[in-house]
RNA sequence: GUGGCUGUAGCUCAGUUGGUCAGAGCGCUUGGUUGUGGACCAAGAGGUCGUGGGUUCAAUUCCCAUCAGCCACCCCA
């Protein structure tokens, strides 16, 4: 075992896993494309009041999760913890208030300074959809429903439940945290030390407590729906249909919070009982507030992240790449030749692999190893005739074919 | 951040109630003659038994610390 680690929490992403990785990403790329959602990429790092001004300071993200850092210059910078605060603010750079509905994807590595466990790592990816500019709870049905499609894509359908909540609009949730945390004062006795805690800061955590003593009182707290004003009951309702109207199957989760501040009405997670504790893959919700908190026009935004880890352990083994076509220089002298050759079949399309070094039957043992479908030996005798042997891996049947017609040869094995 | 479990070759794992106990399978390398892979056979390389201390005549095996992974909490994707 050698003494050089990867830093805590963090990993290598090699071949095998990474094809799976980029599935995931390709598959929401592929799907959010369908919907018109341009692909756009931010910094990995912002100024850290972008990620503090917006995410709220009760919430653990920002209180103990960031990796902050000053850079030369002096200017206190934070390595994204999350995708939307950086599209807001993008969104403001670049003016593109003007541009009203934006559908944005984007994916990429993200860094949670957070104890590692399987499915929970330090610096982990996301790929995340974003719409701006729609107030309608339509514009929150598209979302979930290209995150359904999303999942049903990867054929996680089936491992997966959409739960939904309404957070209601700021009048319904100030009025609701009121109301529960009156309630809670009632039964303080009974909660959690954690909850207890909770309770002045982010009460609403409490509702989605393990603990069993607070779930015994959370099952008869108030519910937020008895707290929705007329426009937030009425926009909930609209949310409903709209799913009912798009096929997207839900169900509703009274309980379901959000640890972030910014978010309003539309609160949504897919969540598996496959990966254990870590059991949410995707999940989102509205965030009307966040581009006038952060000083740009009041914009309202809805969309969600997924996990690429938590969905690349979900997924079965995604379709291999296509095979290739090995090159075997038969003796030193041939090199040249087989680098020619092999220049000529990626030109045209094909994966071709040349091993450097070995003598022919080192060079088909590799062949073998990377999985090719076929060999094109070069020799003295095929040189002679302006040929080349090729063997079907698969068979082990082989043939001589002119050098002109090699490319026409092989898309039988490998379409171009 | 809290509690618990685990840590032996590249991988999956045996093993030692402290003294020929450093092993297996897979993988890797080489060979089984000339320009032919996959199967098979043979040989070989590779580990200071996570790291650092301690106890002991002696520790990979016991104790402590530390690091890492995993599980639950917490948090969330």
């Known amino acids: 075992m050698s003494a050089l680690k990867p830093v805590r929490g963090t990993h290598d992403i090699l071949p095998g896993d990474m ?10 790329r592929e799907v959010a494309r369908r919907y018109g959602y341009a692909e756009v990429s931010t910094p990995i790092f912002e100024f850290t009041d972008v990620f503090a001004r917006t995410l709220g300071d009760t919430s653990d993200i920002v209180t103990k999760e960031m990796y902050t850092f000053e850079d030369k210059g002096g200017d206190s910078l934070t390595l994204r913890p999350e995708y939307t605060a950086g599209i807001a603010r993008a969104f403001i750079s670049n003016g593109l208030a003007q541009e009203l509905p934006l559908k944005v994807f984007c994916r990429g590595p993200m860094f949670r300074y957070e104890r590692p466990q399987k499915g929970r790592l330090r610096q ?14 339509l514009g929150d049905v598209e979302v979930m429903a290209l995150g359904a499609d999303f999942l049903a894509a990867l054929g996680v359908a089936d491992k997966v439940t959409l739960e939904l909540n309404t957070l209601g609009d ?11 945390v009156e309630y809670l004062e009632g039964h303080i006795d009974g909660l959690s030390e954690e909850s207890r805690l909770r309770l002045r800061r982010n009460p609403l955590r409490i509702l989605d407590s393990k603990d069993e003593g607070d779930r015994a009182i959370v099952a008869g707290a108030p519910l937020m729906s008895e707290s929705l004003n007329a426009a937030s009951r009425n ?21 379901l919070v ?8 539309a609160a949504f997670e897919f969540t598996t009982e496959a990966l254990g504790a870590q059991g949410t893959v995707l999940a989102g919700g509205r965030y009307d507030g966040l581009i006038a908190q952060m000083g740009g026009p009041p914009t309202p935004g ?3 992240a997924a996990g690429v880890e938590r969905l690349a352990m979900l997924i079965e083994e995604p379709p291999p790449p296509p095979r290739p076509i090995a090159i075997v220089p038969i ?17 045209a399309g094909f994966v071709a692999d040349l091993g450097y070094s070995g003598n022919v ?22 040189l002679a005739r302006d040929a080349a042997t090729v063997r079907d891996l698969d068979t082990g049947d082989q043939v001589e074919v002119p050098l002109s017609d090699l490319v026409e040869h092989l898309a039988r094995y490998q379409k171009p």
């Open 235 to 255: 926009y909930f309702d609209e949310l409903g249909a709209g799913l009912d109207a798009a096929a997207v199957a839900y169900r509703i989760n009274p309980r």
């Open 361 to 382: 039957g080192k060079r088909l043992k590799r062949a073998n190893k990377i999985g090719a479908r076929a060999a094109v030996l070069l020799g003295e005798d095929e």
């Open 331 to 347: 003796g030193e002298a041939m090199g040249e030749r087989a680098i020619a050759v092999a220049q000529r079949l990626r030109g």
């Open 19 to 28: 094809h799976r990785h980029r599935h995931v990403e390709q598959t929401a």
């Open 124 to 137: 982990f990816h996301q790929v995340d959809v974003e719409l701006l500019g729609v107030a309608e709870p």
């Open 258 to 265: 959000r640890g972030l501040d910014y978010y309003c009405h």
């Open 170 to 180: 700021a009048e319904s949730r100030a009025a609701y945290r009121a109301k529960l």
């Open 302 to 304: 809805t969309g969600w």
